[in-house]
């Protein structure tokens, strides 16, 4: 046996002569060697493919505003989430709104001392998750700022960790599952909370769960509804701040549904990113829960 030259072919040899094989080199061995290149071409391709597809590592960093649109167009139960979605502004117009506009009415100061006691409140569960994406600084520093507000600051009226140079950063569960690179999923709307995608509502529901069963005994019957009115005393806290903003976006919006969902989807990608980067600074996503759930 011996290799043809021209097209790599294994022929068998004779006494006589070589046999020589009976393609044509020029047309045969081309055509040979192209389908060879072209089928590698394919597997290489729906390699790189796969490992795009299935391996979030695999991407570099995008950014927050191009990947929001992207995660905000993956929407496969629109019809669904707006009519949760018109209930929830019904909900906002009546009930929200008002309640908001009144608190507006309060001192600031008291208004600052209500944020100020909701932030802290809310310090351990940054912690866990600040933990949980291995960001030891930030950690550190949210483990500094409950400590300081809660004893200096007197359960947290006042922050005296921000002016002593402990700044206030968000965490979830929701950014958790970001950093470990689970993809956010399709949009949601949840009833009341508004919109959101599937890895954050899983988050949002874990973390409710685990803050009831964390207590037991005599406090357990407690902490549910202690938990559920520092919430409520913190969403209309953050509903005030942004009643300047969405009265704005409902005046300027021609489809007020699609710029909300983007607008949130963006926010949860530029969290996530921050979370990533591990920073501890003012810039971070801080206390205005702009980008929780």
Known sequence: MYRCCSCGVLVRKTRA?????????????????GTCALLLGVVLSASAFAQEVWNPYSREPRDPIEQGRIDSANDPAEAVNRKIFEANRAFDNVVLKPVARAYQGFYPKVRESIHNVAVNVGEPVVLVNDVLQGNIGRALNTTQRFAINTTVGVVGINDVATTSGKPHHYADLGQTFGVWGIA?????????LGPSNLRDAFGLATTSLAGTYAFQGAIASVVPYAQM???????????????????ALE?????????????????RARLVEEGKAGRVSPDDASSDRSAGN
């Open 17 to 33: 002569r070589r046999k020589q094989c009976s393609t044509a080199p020029g047309v045969t061995a081309s055509l040979f060697h």
């Open 251 to 267: 005046k300027s919006s021609q489809d007020l549904y699609l710029s909300i969902r983007l607008i949130k989807a963006q926010m």
């Open 184 to 192: 956010p999923g399709p949009s949601v709307q949840i009833p009341i």
């Open 229 to 247: 009115g520092a919430t409520a005393v913190d969403d209309i806290d953050y509903r005030s701040k942004m009643l300047p903003n969405t009265d």
